[in-house]
T-cell receptor, first 114, second 113 residues
Framework: GAVVSQHPSWVICKSGTSVKIECRSLDFQATTMFWYRQFPKQSLMLMATSNEGSKATYEQGVEKDKFLINHASLTLSTLTVTSAHPEDSSFYIC??????????FGPGTRLTVT | GEDVEQSLFLSVREGDSSVINCTYTDSSSTYLYWYKQEPGAGLQLLTYIFSNMDMKQDQRLTVLLNKKDKHLSLRIADTQTGDSAIYFCAESIDPGGYQKVTFGIGTKLQVIP
């Protein structure tokens, strides 16, 4: 079946630094990918829709200048958390619709900002 | 807008059946999903059902959809300790999967040995 990977799986960074998270579709092409964040004991909240070759679409309340999304190829989308702060600590999950119209999710990236 | 609701917690004994319930508000939902999330891990798609179906069975999993009441349930037969996880109900209005998926808050299933 379709597989989506994320890298890194866990990152710890200092406050004020930037962190890049990669999302790859391993055996299919994805013109669209989605980025979610999940706080402890809460559901996934959609942050933005990443579109290959065009600008990402951000959900209301998500700062586009803080969460930079680049969908440079049909198999890769990146999320960069700029000037990270402790409140950005969360579990970030990406997903991509497969050719069979199922949403496949990556394993997630746990970001801890100290 | 879309809203998906589910109970927060369910406890069952090993070997019993588990039933996790979910309600949604968007009548145009086309795909309805059940995802499993184990501690510290990402989401695993368990099963999904099209809105024009009433039931779908896949080994120990049975999904029932009452479209009139916008009610979705997941039944796990012969529940095992390995089934302990958080189960998310989710819906999407786009059959192509190119629209966002809206998730419920998740039901934590605890299986007692």
């Amino acid at each position: 079946g379709a597989v989506v990977s994320q890298h890194p799986s866990w990152v710890i960074c200092k406050s004020g630094t930037s962190v890049k998270i990669e999302c790859r579709s391993l055996d299919f092409q994805a013109t669209t990918m989605f980025w979610y964040r999940q706080f402890p004991k809460q559901s996934l909240m959609l942050m933005a829709t990443s579109n290959e070759g065009s600008k990402a679409t951000y959900e209301q309340g998500v700062e586009k200048d803080k969460f930079l999304i680049n969908h440079a190829s049909l198999t890769l989308s990146t999320l960069t958390v700029t000037s990270a702060h402790p409140e950005d600590s969360s579990f970030y999950i990406c997903s991509a619709p497969s050719p069979s119209y199922e949403q496949y999710f990556g394993p997630g990236t746990r970001l801890t900002v100290t | 807008g879309e809203d998906v609701e589910q109970s927060l917690f369910l406890s069952v004994r090993e070997g019993d059946s588990s039933v996790i319930n979910c309600t949604y508000t968007d009548s145009s939902s086309t795909y309805l999903y059940w995802y499993k999330q184990e501690p510290g891990a990402g989401l695993q798609l368990l099963t999904y059902i099209f809105s024009n179906m009433d039931m779908k069975q896949d080994q120990r999993l049975t999904v029932l959809l009452n479209k009139k009441d916008k009610h979705l349930s997941l039944r796990i037969a012969d529940t095992q300790t390995g089934d302990s996880a958080i189960y998310f109900c989710a819906e999407s209005i786009d059959p192509g999967g190119y629209q966002k998926v809206t998730f419920g808050i998740g039901t934590k299933l605890q299986v007692i040995p």
